[in-house]
C-alpha cells in the first residue's frame, strides 16, 4: 500500500472522515514498544552516551534506533562499531531480530552486504548506516560520520576511539558507548567520565536485578551456572577487580568416607602431578553416587614410582578412567601410562579449559552434586583457593602467590569430576495403606462421584 496521497485525496478523506494511513516514517520510533531505560537512553539530550547496561538488556537494539533516528534528522554517514568485523556482521546483519527488523523498509534505498552498508532515503535527504569492525583502528581515518556506536567497547581497542573523536569534534557528532563491564579498564573510566557532572557526557548502568528485562527464573538459571564473580560482572554490571573466594559450602559436602572399590562400579580418577615442590595428589569417584572414595597425595617421588602408583590405584579402582593434566610434563607421562594400559583421558591446560573446571566444581559444591573426603590438606587448600580479576578483566584462578600454598588437591578434584553428571535424587514411593487401596478401586468403579451415597461412603471408610 503507498503512503502518497495527494492534497486533493487528502482533503477528499478529511471531508468524509475516513482515517488516513500513516506513512510508517513519522511513527519511527514506536516508543511504545521501548522501555524506560531505552526511552531515557535516547532522548537525554547529551552527546557521549556511556550504556552500562546488563546481558540481554537491548544495547544493541537500542542503539541501533538511535542511529536510525539520527540519520533520518540529520543526513549523513552513521557506523556502528564492533571489535570485530565478524562481530558486526553477525550480531546485527545476520540477525533477522535487528538490523531489518528496525528499520521501516520504506526508507531504505539500497543495500550492501559485501561492506555492511545500508543507503537510506528520509524526508531530508540520504543517509549511509554501516556496519565497521574496530580490528584495525587507522582504517577508521578519513571519512565524517556524524555518529558513531561502539559496542562491546569494554573488548574494543580505545584507539577506535582516539581515532574518531576529532572528527566527532570537527562536525559536532555523536557518539555511545555501549558495552558490559569487564574489569576497571577504559569502558570504566568512560563510566566515569559520564558521572563526573560534564554538560556533554553521560552514564547509564542497568542490572538485570531491577530492569525487568530478563525473567527471574531465568536470572536463577543464569547463576546457577556460572561463578559469583562472573555472573556479578555479567549480569549486575559490578565492576570487579582484586581477588575473592572461590569455593562456598565445602564443609557441607564432605561427608563422604574412604571405600575400597564395589563390583560393577565405575570409577573416575584425578590426576594432577608433579615431581619437586608442588604435589602430585590423586583422587578418585564413583561415578554411580559422585561420592569422593580415595585420596592420596606425594611430593618429590621420581617418574617410574609417579607412573606405577597411578597404575596401582587405577587398577584397584576397576580400571578407573584417569584424567590427567597433561600440561608439560604431563604430556609425556600420559603418553606412558596408555602404552602400560591405563585408561587415560589426558587435559591439556589453557585459561579457558582450567576456567571451566574450576567454575564446574564450585557449582557442584555449592549445589551438593558431590561429597568429598573430610580431611585437613583439603579444606585448607579450598579455602585459600582464590580468583583475581586483572585490569583487563581477565578471571585467573589459583592458590595466592607468595604464600607457600598449594592448589593441586583442587585441581584433582576439579579434573575428577570433569565428567561426572548431577546424581538425581528421588524419594521412593510410600506404600499405600489397605484402606487407600480399597477407596481408589471403589472410585474407579463409580462413573459418577457426585452420585447420591458417594459423600456418606466417604466419611464411613474415614476420608
Known sequence: MSYKISSARRAYLESRGVPIPEDPRTKFPDLDRLMIHQKEAIFSPERFKVLVWHRRARKTYTSIIETIRQAMLRPGVYWHIF??????????????????????????EKTNESELVVTLKTDKGKSIFQLKGADDPDALRGPNPYGIIFDEFEKMKKEAWDVTEPILRANGGWAWFVGTPLGKNHFYDFYQRGLSGHAEWKSSLIKASTSGVVPQYALDEARAGMSDALYNQEWECLWLEGTGQVFRGVRDVCTAIPRGPLENHIYVMGCDIAKHEDWTVITVYDRANNCQVYQDRFQKLEWPFQKAKIKAVSDKYNRALVILDATGIGDPVADDLLRAGVPVEPVKFTAPIKKDLIEKLSIYIEQKHIRMINMEETLKEFDNFSYTIGPTGRISYGAPEGKGLFDDIVISHALSIYLLNPVLSYKPEK?????????????????????????????????
Do not use: C
Not at 558486526?88 to 521501516?104: E, Q
Open 83 to 108: 571489535p570485530t568485523y565478524g562481530e558486526a556482521k553477525d550480531a546485527v546483519w545476520r540477525d533477522p531480530n535487528m538490523l531489518f527488523s528496525i528499520i521501516p523498509k520504506s526508507i531504505i
Open 431 to 463: 506404600p499405600k495403606t489397605l484402606l487407600q487401596l480399597h477407596y481408589e478401586q471403589a472410585k474407579r468403579n463409580y462413573d459418577n462421584p457426585d452420585s447420591d451415597g458417594w459423600g456418606e461412603w466417604e466419611q464411613d471408610v474415614g476420608l
